[in-house]
């Protein structure tokens, strides 16, 4: 197997793949759902447990000078999936008798019965990654059990144990520049962490050229690990300013899917050669009102108990929350089969035909 891709190309335009299909009830929440002040409602982990969906919201709110305000996460529940109950209460993520401060960007994951929450937290060292576990006692309180150093972000534990190991998927930043890719990491109880190795690169995404990042944890199906991902290109061409004062923004956050091999989660074996989802709903672009444009960021999946629907949640415009569905079928109709151009990241940029196609100039 090979990656199709070596020769990738700027992005040009991008379009919603048709195998998706927006909730007609989108946005699913905006900041008018929520039990206590709210300016933007969206990155929304989700994830079924027990007997119910559970959903952990991002909620920023900004005062008139659009500078200063609060960020923390939600907790809400739901029958369907689709109407959720807020607990009129933020998360709040217990760590060496703190409250942890603006905890965002959460996944849900499920891991012997028991619910995890992953995130990222602002700080005044930087941003930081943590996974906590719900003390599940009708609070929004979880208890930290492992904190990172910075500079990540995305971190998702994976729901299932690999050889008797905890997994995880991670994206750091590094010390250089863009491009931005995946990782993952084993652990024996969820504290200490190793054996670390590159995930899935954004060379190996033909329509990412600055980042990527997992979006939700991966689902176990039939053919493989199926991976939610997020994919970010840049374009000065398209920047354009918000109304909210918001910087000169040009990115384009969109959505695809990865498949890695079912007894080694590590392996790549497909990916979509195009976007799942790109802004171009009424509720995902165009509007003043968003922080930021062309910006889709998935953070939930839910294969339903047909073991064909997928339902896929997601934030548009770091503004509101959303909903797509597809089914497996249509989805494996739309992955190209192909393997990492690196198989780990040992490879020296001074290999001439590595920096060509994919070195710091990009």
Known sequence: MFNPFRDKKKPGELHSNPIMRRYEGN???????MPYRATYVFNAGVIRYRDQYVIAPRINIYEADWKSGD???GLGFSKDGIKFDIIPDRIRVHYKGEILPMVNDARLTVVDDELYLSFCFENLHSERPGIAKWRNDGTTDFDAVFIGVPQQRNMVLCPNKVNGLYMRLERPSNQWHAPFHIWYSFSPDLRYWGDSELYLGCED??????????GAPPLLTDK????IFHAVDEDPDRTVIMKNGNRPWHKRYTAGAALFDKDDPTKLIAITKEPLLVAEAPYETGDPELWTEFTIFPCGAVLEDDNQTLRIYYGAGDANTNLATTTLDELWSVMTPCSRIADIATV???RKEWTKDYGQNQ
């Open 205 to 214: 995404v033909p329509f990412a050229t600055a980042k990527i990042g997992a």
């Open 71 to 73: 960020l923390f996460t």
């Open 348 to 350: 020296s940029w001074n």
């Open 27 to 33: 946005p699913l929440l905006t900041a008018q759902d």
């Open 224 to 227: 493989g690990w199926l991976l």
